[in-house]
């Protein structure tokens, strides 16, 4: 099963993921590659594959990303070959992408269940931002426009989780996955019998 998660910076993405992975063994973030730096603390091949952008355009002209897309500024990429590896390993995989990733996944019709965050109101999300302080150098004013840009594709999705109280919102994603899980292409695979009844 693929997971897409989008949300604007500041919804609370990063720590949802976390509590994610951190409750299903087998659910797998897909490593992107990145023409971004490192930030501090951040290793290669655990948060992203770090890479030049000659090296990136490469990737993109040998085909080897699934999707890719560039935010800030800079390009990021997910590896098709790494998704399919991980995948015959057994794992589900969730992608931590932006919208013009998830409009090329859907191009391609790669199923999974399309969810974005979104705050519970602009004022919030505004709060939020400001409390990020200078983690970057756009002003708050262009992180805020950025921000909406990405929640005005919200139609794309197909379930919206409103990170209002962290707890609810974690909760919210662990019922989209259990609901997945039951999904009927996902359950026929392993009740062999099923197809033995006539
Ligand atoms: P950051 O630089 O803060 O780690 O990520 C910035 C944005 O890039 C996030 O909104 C994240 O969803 C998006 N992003 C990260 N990896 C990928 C990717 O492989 N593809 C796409 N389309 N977006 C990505």
Known sequence: MRFFLSGPSGVGKSTIIR???AAHADIR???SYTTRTPRPGEQDGREYFFISREVFEERVASKC??????VHDHLY???????VSMEKLGYHILFDIDVQGVRQAQAQNSPGAYIMLLPPDIAT???????RGTEDSLSLATRLENAKKEMRAWTLYDYLVVNDRLETAIADVE????AERLRRRAVEGRLTWLSEIG
């Open 19 to 21: 509590a994610i992975l």
């Open 29 to 31: 973030l897909s490593i």
């Open 65 to 70: 990303f699934l999707e890719w897309a560039s």
């Open 77 to 83: 990429g997910t590896s098709l070959d790494w998704v």
């Open 125 to 131: 999300l505004e709060r939020r931002l400001k409390g």
């Open 175 to 178: 019922s989209i996955i259990s």
